[in-house]
């Protein structure tokens, strides 16, 4: 995550997954397995599952 937004990349062709832009309030998890990410502000919640 650099500049509030996150890029997944694919390892194996280079090729951009998908980008996520992000406010300087929110707060972010991962799941162990990767495949989840959590936004956060507040009681808010957003998932975003690849």
């Avoid at 937004?5 to 062709?13: E, H, L, N, Q």
């Avoid at 832009?21 to 707060?27: E, L």
């Amino acid at each position: 995550m650099e500049s509030k937004s996150f890029t997944r990349i694919d390892a194996k062709s280079g090729k951009i997954l998908e980008t996520f832009s992000f406010k300087k309030a929110d707060n972010v998890a991962f799941s162990p397995s990767g495949k989840t990410l959590a936004k956060y502000k507040g009681k808010s919640i957003t998932l975003i599952q690849q």
